[in-house]
């Protein structure tokens, strides 16, 4: 099955696991970045509003094309209980019908509080969320090293 890993990170730890499952699948992996460039201070404030907002915010094109690929996995970091703001700029591009899995990298390992959010703003692109994973991270906050 074609399948490509779309990614949002703001430290790394993101990164480092969607880089760990296109390698394990074989997949394809596309990193999206925010077109406005976040420091430590601006991921919290705005960052944390916006995310709480679920709003996205604007990001640069991505490197692949999402309708080539029957299998989409989504993740992003976790920021004041809700994916960061670049997750809800994916959602808006995944193509209508597609199913989707999604991860969660956080400090607590638990999403939960906008797990049923999430999973609506997704059905409401009209896809299907058919697979939903927390993971725990060790990364201290700070911006990753280019
Ligand atoms: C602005 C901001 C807000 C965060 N809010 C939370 C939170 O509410 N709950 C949590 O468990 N971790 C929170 N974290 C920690 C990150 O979710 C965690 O470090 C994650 O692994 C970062 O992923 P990244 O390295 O791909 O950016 C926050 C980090 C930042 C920078």
């Known amino acids: 099955m074609k399948t ?7 430290g790394g730890s993101t990164k480092r696991e969607a880089e760990r499952l296109a390698g394990e699948l074989g997949a394809d992996i596309c990193r999206v970045s925010e077109v406005k460039n976040r420091n430590l201070l601006t991921s919290f404030i705005p960052g944390s509003f916006q995310a709480m907002k679920q709003k996205a915010t604007p990001i640069r094109p991505l490197s692949l ?20 703001p670049a997750f809800n700029s ?33 059905s409401r692109q009209g896809c299907r969320v058919v697979s939903y994973r927390d993971v725990k991270t060790n990364t201290p906050p700070g911006k990753i090293k280019e």
Do not use: H, M, Q
Not at 65 to 84: F, Q
Not at 104 to 117: A, L, N, Q, R, V
């Open 90 to 122: 994916i959602v808006k591009l995944l193509p209508p019908g597609k199913e989707v899995e999604v991860f969660i990298c956080s400090g607590s390992g638990d999403s939960s509080k906008s797990e049923p959010k999430t999973k609506e703003l997704i």
């Open 4 to 10: 490509a890993v779309v990614y949002y990170t703001f």
């Open 65 to 84: 094309d999402l309708l080539a690929y029957e299998r989409l996995i989504i993740g992003c970091p976790l920021w004041a209980n809700y994916p960061a």
